[in-house]
């Protein structure tokens, strides 16, 4: 069972910042438990929920669209929905559940679900989930698993990650495009032909400036679109199974960190301070500054509208043929806090979002996610959304070896420490055995202020 003073603590700072937050609204106090739902309003009597979620203006339409379709389908269900930009929408969510009045379901980054569980704010859903949904239906129902089989949410879209390749520069430079077998090894060889310093000269050129990049054979960036991956294929890792402990100072970390700073010394890679010349860290690829990117599927959107021409291909294999994709199942949660009514109410509402086609489909054709439902997903409704990518099967394929970020209770600060001390490595501001230990103890100390207090 997992510890839960930290809550408290958190709890009570955060109330004191709702005293002075306006504009929050209210959900509904009372009973926890797993117990399968009731009619969620079937049975003449009306149930308001208060639904949140995060959004763009194209999905906030469509979101309100497929609430509308909800509504006619559940008349004794009536739906309010609190929405905002992503970081504005988790601020005022923290805020909400130290003052007992967040939404009754939510959709939840991916990366925070264990979050919201382990600091009691998400309902149990696994006794509902094996009465109502068919796990081999879908995608992604165990990425959102604990250590002791209980499930917390349900995936609303999931984003895994791939390689991404820029077809122009590959055919400018006379270089094969990726390939399933591709090592990390291969893929930095590659890379090593494709960057292109100012004076027109390659990595692989005598006389190459590393200094002055001018084109990138990988852009590199975060956990998820950047070192866990590597770590992950070469047996390395940042948490044990219950994400709980560092395992990061180990010799198959060191492996796959010397396959890095390797990469960004010889400019191969975008470093920490070679992004910082773009607008953002998400901007080299599209830009066509660089010819291949990690990427999630969120990142096809920028692709094409920046109007590369393009594809996508697995993840290389670490050294031993390991392959790991870093992947983030969106899912919808529901309040510990919400009564028995609404708490059935919100479960309808996943359930009409899990289990209907055509829900799946809507929010396909917008092509922010993965759909979670496979007779969606492995349909041309997905497959063939847009000419480009063309290989969407790869999104696909690659769950088969996708693994969640180590997600956690204090998954935001552990990440920090492991980023802060890794990036002294990348600049070589301090040799890797050190980055290694000292990032080893900086997440340990997050980790145990939460698991072992």
């Known amino acids: 069972m997992k510890k839960r003073k930290g809550f408290y603590r958190w709890l009570t700072a ?15 106090e009372g009973k926890g438990g797993t117990s399968a739902p009731g009619t969620g309003g079937d049975d003449g009597k009306k149930v308001e929920i208060l639904l949140g979620y995060y959004s763009s203006d194209s999905s906030d339409a469509k979101m309100k669209e497929l609430i509308e379709q909800f509504e006619k389908q559940h008349p004794n269900i009536k739906v309010k929905t ?21 939404p009754d379901v939510w959709l939840s980054d991916g990366v925070y679900v264990m979050k919201y569980a382990q600091r009691g704010a998400a309902k149990d859903l696994t006794d509902w989930i094996a009465k109502d949904l068919k796990a081999d239906e879908y995608y992604g129902l165990d990425f959102n698993k604990d250590a002791d089989g209980r499930y917390w949410g349900v995936p609303q879209g999931i984003q895994v990650g791939v390689l991404f390749y820029n077809k122009d520069l590959f055919d400018k430079a006379g ?13 930095k060889s590659s890379a090593a032909k494709l960057t292109v310093d100012a004076g027109g000269k390659t990595a692989e050129d005598s006389g190459f400036d590393a200094a002055s990049v001018n084109q990138f054979g990988l852009t590199f960036f975060s956990i998820t679109e950047g070192w866990f991956s590597v770590m992950k294929s070469y047996g390395g890792g940042a948490l044990d199974e219950k994400a709980e402990n560092s395992i990061i100072h180990s010799p198959e970390n060191k492996q796959a960190f ?64 390991k392959r790991v994709s870093p992947v983030i199942a969106n899912s919808w949660v529901i309040n510990q806090k919400s009564g028995e009514e609404k708490a059935a109410a919100a479960w309808e509402w996943i359930k009409y979002w899990a289990t209907e086609d055509e829900v799946q489909k809507q929010w396909t054709e917008l092509g922010e996610a993965v759909p ?9 409704v997905f497959l063939k959304a847009g000419e480009q990518p ?30 802060e001390n890794a990036e002294r490595a990348f600049l070589g501001d301090t040799g890797i055995d050190q980055a290694l230990s000292d990032a080893d103890a900086a997440v340990q100390a997050v980790l145990d202020d939460f698991y072992k207090k």
């Open 14 to 28: 955060l109330l004191l910042i709702s005293m002075i937050a306006s504009g929050c609204s209210s959900g509904s």
């Open 82 to 102: 609190q929405s905002a930009p992503y970081g504005q929408f988790y601020q005022k969510l923290d805020t909400q559940i130290a003052a007992g009045q967040a």
């Open 175 to 187: 270089v094969a495009y990726p390939s399933d077998e591709w090592t990390w090894e291969d893929l």
């Open 258 to 321: 010397e396959w890095m700073v390797d990469g960004m010394q010889r400019g191969i890679i975008t470093d920490p301070v070679d992004l910082k010349s773009f607008q953002s860290n998400t901007a080299v690829f599209p830009s066509g500054s660089a010819a291949m990117r990690i990427g999630i599927y969120a990142r096809v959107q920028a692709a094409n509208e920046a109007g590369l021409n393009y594809d996508v291909a697995l993840l290389p294999k670490g050294p031993d043929g």
């Open 372 to 380: 979670v439902k496979k007779s969606v997903a492995e349909s041309e």
């Open 390 to 419: 063309a290989n969407r099967q790869a999104f696909l394929d690659s769950l088969e070896f996708a693994q969640t970020l180590d997600n956690n209770a204090v998954w935001e600060e552990w990440v920090g420490k492991f980023n």
